[in-house]
């Protein structure tokens, strides 16, 4: 442990809000020597404690990293405001939540990108730990900084700052990335050595190995290597299964309250979907299960070892699980004998068991979470949703009749060809539960509230909607007052989202290397954890485009052609550009596309990892 940091920090945390982020020692935190470990890792979130320990994706890799005996694997988020301003006063760098060991004097940080609008933390915490923020300036005593994740599909945007991307799934990637760093540490290999090595592993991306040219329009016309062992594509890491992997029963018990704050199973990797607008149904391909069996281990011997007081089901779909009945059954039966609630989110309006649902009720009820994302059939149809009319009503109407009385519908706005019909839709749809309400439960209508939440279409790379044009923030400002007008009601309440942060996400989700000028120059202005509304600048995020040059609506409301060069085109998700290109053609004609259980699709994924049993691998 680092004493001067512990005795440093002892002073600070009389200092701050919530002094239960930075101090460490939680249940289950691991503890060991670092001067006796062949490779030093710190799994860093870009955000703060509560909501970097609500992400399930930290503890599975925090125990597949620690289960090696030669690596140690510890923690850091983003301070506070109170904390970063004192630890910068103070001169104290970043620190790990373990061992209090600085993030400057690991071997590798990694971070995680989830969602775009926390790059600038991601630069923040860089500077933080005293580390050089372009990788062009650190030399061979400086950690690796790495970064994975679903954004990491398209990493150009923070190319001048991470040494190396990881893609795809992490499980496979990082024990072999590290792995093959012990070996040529012990052989004295340098930084360039290493990375020259790693490079030939499934999924390893090196910036600093590649160039991109550009046309006079700011179009790309050529990205090419500048070291020839460098990958011409670089192949997203796959597992093809994931029943064998071990899974974090034991998880970290957070110090302070999580913002998800109950034990987690993840049932399955994947979706069979294919809804054009989404990018995780796209990059996690294909659906790879837990049996019913092994869920309802790992789900018993999580609450045995946390006690926490929830138990929720993760997937992109959860309903989609071929044994889901069976499973949530039993799972019901199991979470009610120990006063434990069942949580079940991602649920499908076309496919939900009410039995289920009758079983859930019994004991504690919450929300209903639907999300139909269009207002109408034919804009269903055009983003490949799948979801009737009469799916929603039926469903609605049997959740009604049970006794559930909050139900919340999510919906997207700015999507492909849409008109003000299909936002009259969202109103058609949400009076028409109101009034399904009242049908049953009489005219006072009991304690029933719907909530309708918008969330800003954002095309996304790897996606049929990856050529498509975003909204203009006015275009979306002016959706939003339509459908508020419409629906005043005491038992509705309307939610959406921020119309300028939305631009922004657009612009570092299709952003090409240029755009990490803007992205520095906004963290230069302040800008840190813009996914918080306190922390949010609007106002610096419109300077930092002015000092750096960059045309937004060249990044968000510009419609690309099929020929385009994408700054991404070098990374490959396994779903081919073609298969893409056919699906963005099918919306223009709102042809739906089958789910892939019912026959294979031609995405391409077959040709890394074989599809059985309809478009799901089993082991």
Known sequence: ????????????????EKPGRYIGGEVNSVMKDPSKMD???CFCFPDIYEIGMSYLGLQILYKMLNDQPNVYCQRAFQPQNDMEELMREEGMPLFSLEQKTLLKDMDMVGFTLQYEMSYTTVLNMIDLAGIPIFSKDRGEDIPLVLAGGPCAYDPEPLWEFVDCFLIGDG????????GLYAEMKSKGATREEFLKEAVKLQGVYVPAFYDVKYNEDGTISELCKLYKGAPDKVKRAILPEIESLDFPVEPIIPMVEAVHDRAVVETFRGCTRGCRFCQAGMIYRPVRERTREHVIELALKE???TGHEELSLLS???SDHTEFEAMALDLVDCTKSRQVSLSLPSLRIDKFAFNVLQRIQEFRKSGLTYAPEAGTQRLRDVINKGVTENDIYTSVRQALELGWNHIKLYFMIGLPTE????????????KNIRDLNYEINGKKGGRFKLTVSVSNFVPKADTPFQWEAQDTAESFRLKHNYLAERLKDKRIIFNYHDNETSSYEAVFARGDRRTSRLLYEAWKLGCKL???SEHYRPDLWEQAFINSGIDRDFYTTRKRSFDEIFAWDHIDCLVTKEFLM???QKAYEAQITHDCRYGCVGCGINREVKCEKGGIYHA
């Not at 003000?420 to 949400?430: K, N, P």
């Open 1 to 16: 442990m680092n004493i001067d940091i512990k005795k440093q920090l002892d002073k600070l945390l009389k200092r701050v």
């Open 39 to 41: 490779v030093n890792f």
């Open 171 to 178: 499980e496979k990637l990082l024990p072999e990335f590290t």
């Open 303 to 305: 609450l045995e070892n």
């Open 316 to 318: 992109l779909s959860t």
């Open 419 to 430: 008109t003000y019909e299909d936002l009259d839709g969202i109103v058609e749809i949400a």
């Open 530 to 532: 813009d996914g918080w």
């Open 582 to 584: 056919k699906e963005a």
